[in-house]
């Protein structure tokens, strides 16, 4: 299983930079706004980059961000419930 | 009386000053010494701007744009050769400009502009083809036309009058100054002096306005709802309701917006003076169209109730209407500090919520929403905050033109930026925007009769008359459709739907889309636009 990022969910701009990549992103199921914080813009982008990635590549590169493995599965958990990032079965 | 301006860079460089109309209201302004010229319209409501001239030459625009001001303004440094146009954080002038072939040309008409310029060959600029689609507003140097621009609000755009290719735009708005830190915000306990609290915070939003606006006739919209009864609450306690009357359009076809009979006993309750418009043509979308519409309006609103309506209080003398615009947005301030931070993400999560949430994506192809989506059209996209909701800024930008053409102002305290505050202060209160509103108001029974207190619906089923009552324009549009041959939609299917009156096409939502989408591709055709790779 690998997670891949809900384009429908969020949207990376050049401008991301400029925003200290602090930004915004939608939870269409439960119609809410959830603010993005640098550790977690990356992460995705990461994961979009890379067109989905699997745990163990989230932990290798959230290893750089994150104080521990707790916080990166916190994370992702937090991201898939809002629906930021979705599971995709192969 | 028609006040439209329109004059090129050289004209600017010469002297701005005589060449911009008197208008009632704001008031003119001019001032000019050996290094410097300014020149415009300018007026300031909460006192924090005594000398603008001085203000703008040894600190710049940006106090000036983050005050409670509205303004166009123009400044030119002689010695730099730089003119500088700003623009107030609301953005409530009409002002277009053309760059191309070395020169600018400026105008408070849209349509002035477009005719005056239409031999270099006008383009459609999609982007924004698409964000009216939605009445998805954002704020934008752009406009339907892509020759065509204008001041995005808050911003000033900077023209070096001898390479005037190299003009920039650059906004001063600062989001923050409204977002006070989590540490500094008291937060009310009581719904109950809340109310009071913003009820007197009402007032003198609505006095600080008043007291620019001597001798001028005012008028104050008047509804079932509590936004513009609330200002004409204010206005009867400061000036008494004998000294301005209220105006009101309604219709049966559309008694959720307006119920007469509510509006009366709040009237009645307040001693107000009402004067009725009975909007029911405009709503039934019964009359011809084809006759009516402009091939200068792109949102044909000329055809509209509301030029109706502004055109009668042309004719009574109002030069002032207080409104209750921003009344919807202001009470779900708290939760916007995300969304101005962030306006260009905002606009694409609104249309993932237009195309996604609401279904709109059914009536369009697969192409058109991969461009909705796209993310070079929001990588293109300058970034240009606002101090309150875009849906409120937004009425003006679409309306100023006709209001510019009357000579009528409209005035609204709910965008005072001291309001938007205050109701960050107010107590937690479950529930959307509306609900926020309804719990605070029935705190002011005193104000407000207690049948006022039941949740209202929109507009949208008028919508659904123009679809019934308009077939010919409707097919005649569609023949050589614009959408269609930019693949956005597949005229044969929408066809379909428009024969079953069963379809997704006669709900809600897809009513106003369509009816939009068919004015724009009308506009389109009539003005011979065309796409560019721009």
Same mark, same amino acid.
């Given at each position: 299983?690998?997670?891949?990022?809900?384009?429908?969910?969020?949207?990376?701009?050049?401008?991301?930079?400029?925003?200290?990549?602090?930004?915004?992103?939608?939870?269409?199921?439960?119609?809410?706004?959830?603010?993005?914080?640098?550790?977690?813009?990356?992460?995705?982008?990461?994961?979009?980059?890379?067109?989905?990635?699997?745990?163990?590549?989230?932990?290798?590169?959230?290893?750089?961000?994150?104080?521990?493995?707790?916080?990166?599965?916190?994370?992702?958990?937090?991201?898939?419930?809002?629906?930021?990032?979705?599971?995709?079965?192969? | 009386?028609?006040?439209?301006?329109?004059? *090129?860079?050289?004209?600017?460089?010469?002297?701005?000053? =005589?060449?911009?109309?008197?208008?009632?209201?704001?008031?003119? !302004?001019?001032?000019?010494?050996? *290094?410097?010229?300014?020149?415009?319209?300018?007026?300031?409501?909460?006192?924090?701007?005594?000398?603008?001239?001085?203000?703008?030459?040894?600190?710049?625009?940006?106090?000036?744009?983050?005050?409670?001001?509205?303004?166009?303004?123009?400044?030119?440094?002689?010695?730099? =050769?730089?003119?500088?146009?700003?623009?107030?954080?609301?953005?409530?002038?009409?002002?277009?400009?053309?760059?191309?072939?070395?020169?600018?040309?400026?105008?408070?008409?849209?349509?002035?502009?477009?005719?005056?310029?239409? +031999?270099?060959?006008?383009?459609?600029?999609?982007?924004?083809?698409?964000?009216?689609?939605?009445?998805?507003?954002?704020?934008?140097?752009?406009?339907?036309?892509?020759? !065509?621009?204008?001041?995005?609000?808050?911003?000033?755009?900077?023209?070096?009058?001898?390479?005037?290719?190299?003009?920039?735009?650059?906004?001063?708005?600062?989001?923050?100054? +409204?977002?006070?830190?989590?540490?500094?915000?008291?937060?009310?306990?009581?719904?109950? $002096?809340?109310?009071?609290?913003?009820? +007197? /915070?009402?007032?003198?939003?609505?006095? +600080?306005?008043?007291?620019?606006?001597?001798?001028?006739?005012? /008028?104050?919209?008047?509804?079932?709802?509590?936004?513009?009864?609330?200002?004409?609450?204010?206005?009867?306690?400061?000036? =008494?309701?004998?000294?301005?009357?209220?105006?009101?359009?309604?219709?049966?076809?559309?008694?959720?917006?307006?119920?007469?009979?509510?509006?009366? *006993?709040?009237?009645?309750?307040?001693?107000?003076? &009402?004067?009725?418009?009975?909007?029911?043509?405009?709503?039934?979308?019964?009359?011809?169209?084809?006759?009516?519409?402009?091939?200068?309006?792109?949102?044909?609103?000329?055809?509209?109730?509301?030029?109706?309506?502004?055109?009668?209080?042309?004719?009574?003398?109002?030069?002032?209407?207080?409104?209750?615009?921003?009344?919807?947005?202001?009470?779900?301030?708290?939760? %916007?500090?995300?969304?101005?931070?962030? #306006?260009?993400?905002?606009?694409?999560?609104?249309?993932?919520?237009?195309?996604?949430?609401?279904?709109?994506?059914?009536?369009?192809?697969?192409?058109?929403? %991969? @461009?909705?989506?796209?993310?070079?059209?929001?990588?293109?996209? /300058?970034?240009?905050?606002?101090?309150?909701?875009?849906?409120?800024?937004?009425?003006?930008?679409?309306?100023?033109?006709?209001?510019?053409?009357?000579?009528?102002?409209?005035?609204? #305290? @709910?965008?005072?930026?001291?309001?938007?505050?205050? &109701?960050?202060?107010?107590?937690? !209160?479950?529930?959307?925007? /509306? $609900?926020?509103?309804? %719990?605070?108001?029935?705190?002011?029974?005193?104000?407000?009769?207690?049948?006022?207190?039941? $949740?209202?619906?929109?507009?949208?089923?008028?919508?659904?008359?123009?679809?019934?009552?308009?077939?010919?324009?409707?097919?005649?549009?569609?023949?050589?459709?614009?959408?269609?041959? !930019?693949?956005?939609?597949?005229?044969?299917? &929408?066809?379909?739907?428009?024969?079953?009156?069963?379809?997704?096409?006669?709900?809600?939502?897809?009513?106003?889309?369509?009816?939009?989408?068919?004015?724009?591709?009308?506009?389109?055709?009539?003005?011979?636009?065309? $796409?560019?790779?721009?």
């Amino acid at each position: 299983m690998k997670f891949i990022v809900n384009e429908r969910a969020i949207i990376f701009l050049d401008i991301d930079k400029l925003n200290n990549f602090y930004t915004i992103a939608y939870n269409l199921r439960d119609d809410e706004i959830i603010s993005i914080r640098p550790r977690e813009y990356l992460l995705l982008k990461y994961i979009k980059d890379n067109k989905g990635a699997a745990e163990k590549d989230l932990i290798n590169f959230g290893s750089k961000l994150f104080k521990d493995q707790k916080e990166i599965f916190k994370t992702i958990e937090v991201l898939f419930k809002k629906q930021i990032l979705i599971p995709v079965y192969e | 009386m028609n006040k439209h301006w329109l004059f *090129n860079l050289q004209t600017a460089r010469e002297s701005i000053n =005589g060449r911009l109309p008197q208008i009632s209201f704001p008031p003119q !302004i001019h001032f000019e010494d050996k *290094n410097t010229e300014l020149s415009g319209y300018f007026v300031n409501y909460d006192g924090t701007i005594n000398d603008l001239f001085n203000e703008i030459k040894n600190k710049g625009f940006k106090n000036v744009i983050n005050s409670n001001s509205e303004f166009l303004l123009f400044l030119f440094d002689k010695n730099r =050769g730089i003119l500088e146009i700003a623009s107030d954080q609301i953005g409530k002038f009409p002002f277009y400009f053309y760059q191309g072939k070395g020169d600018f040309v400026f105008s408070s008409s849209f349509a002035l502009l477009k005719n005056e310029v239409k +031999n270099v060959g006008l383009s459609i600029n999609l982007d924004i083809l698409f964000t009216a689609l939605f009445w998805e507003w954002h704020n934008t140097e752009r406009t339907l036309i892509n020759e !065509i621009k204008r001041i995005p609000a808050g911003c000033v755009l900077r023209i070096p009058v001898d390479e005037p290719h190299k003009f920039s735009i650059v906004s001063y708005v600062d989001v923050n100054l +409204n977002i006070p830190p989590e540490n500094n915000l008291h937060t009310y306990e009581s719904i109950g $002096v809340f109310a009071r609290d913003w009820v +007197n /915070g009402m007032a003198t939003a609505t006095d +600080n306005r008043l007291r620019k606006v001597v001798d001028l006739k005012i /008028g104050c919209d008047l509804s079932s709802g509590f936004d513009c009864t609330l200002i004409a609450y204010c206005l009867s306690k400061l000036i =008494g309701s004998e000294k301005f009357n209220c105006y009101a359009q309604f219709s049966d076809l559309a008694k959720n917006e307006t119920d007469i009979e509510l509006m009366n *006993n709040f009237a009645k309750k307040n001693n107000l003076k &009402i004067k009725t418009f009975d909007a029911s043509k405009f709503y039934s979308y019964e009359h011809d169209l084809i006759d009516v519409w402009s091939r200068d309006d792109p949102y044909q609103v000329s055809s509209t109730y509301f030029e109706d309506f502004i055109s009668k209080l042309e004719q009574d003398g109002v030069k002032i209407q207080f409104t209750g615009d921003g009344g919807d947005e202001i009470y779900g301030a708290s939760e %916007e500090g995300p969304l101005l931070k962030f #306006p260009i993400q905002n606009s694409f999560i609104s249309n993932v919520i237009y195309l996604k949430k609401y279904g709109l994506e059914k009536i369009f192809t697969e192409k058109a929403t %991969e @461009f909705a989506f796209s993310t070079e059209r929001f990588n293109t996209r /300058g970034q240009y905050p606002l101090t309150v909701s875009t849906s409120v800024a937004s009425i003006f930008w679409n309306l100023s033109e006709i209001l510019w053409t009357h000579d009528v102002w409209f005035m609204t #305290p @709910f965008i005072d930026t001291r309001l938007v505050k205050l &109701i960050k202060q107010a107590p937690e !209160i479950k529930g959307d925007k /509306g $609900v926020k509103k309804t %719990e605070i108001m029935k705190h002011l029974t005193d104000i407000f009769p207690a049948e006022m207190f039941k $949740v209202k619906a929109g507009l949208e089923d008028v919508y659904i008359n123009f679809i019934i009552n308009q077939k010919l324009l409707i097919y005649s549009v569609l023949q050589n459709s614009f959408f269609d041959k !930019i693949g956005w939609i597949n005229k044969e299917f &929408i066809i379909k739907l428009l024969e079953n009156e069963n379809s997704i096409l006669y709900k809600d939502e897809f009513a106003i889309t369509f009816q939009t989408m068919i004015a724009l591709d009308w506009f389109i055709q009539k003005n011979k636009l065309t $796409v560019t790779n721009r």
